[in-house]
Nanobody, 125 residues
Framework: VQLQASGGGLVQAGGSLRLSCAAS????????MGWFRQAPGKEREFVAA????????RYADSVKGRFTISRENERNTVSLQMNSLKPEDTAVYHC???????????????????WGQGTQVTVSS
């Protein structure tokens, strides 16, 4: 699976951005998909994940109520709608996929084996 993230940019605090991740392959619906982020000097951290069928979204506490993950399996895409952005949301955002057929949603980056190249999100105060 090859993943390509897009949609990052510079936005003021309180603003919104929508990230998208396009995936290759014909079995996209069999993959749990996640979004992670990494700020300079910090560990990669979990943001959100969603099941292959589009249900059971899971969020980090820091983004709950502000971010929404969704997917369109017919278009092989997963998106992250980010509202009420804060300066601490500034990071490189990566989409990732678990192995095909694995249904457990997890926040551990080590459980995801396919990664996109990342897109920069910068939130100014």
């Amino acid at each position: 699976v090859q993943l390509q993230a897009s949609g990052g940019g510079l936005v003021q605090a309180g603003g919104s951005l929508r990230l998208s991740c396009a995936a290759s392959g014909r079995t996209f619906s069999s993959y749990v998909m996640g979004w992670f982020r990494q700020a300079p000097g910090k560990e990669r951290e979990f943001v959100a994940a969603i099941s292959g069928g589009g249900g059971s979204p899971r969020y980090a506490d820091s983004v709950k109520g502000r971010f929404t993950i969704s997917r369109e399996n017919e278009r092989n895409t997963v998106s992250l709608q980010m509202n009420s952005l804060k300066p601490e949301d500034t990071a490189v955002y990566h989409c990732a996929a678990r192995g095909g057929g694995i249904t457990v949603i997890t926040a551990s980056p080590a459980a995801y084996i396919y990664w996109g190249q990342g897109t920069q999100v910068t939130v100014s105060s």
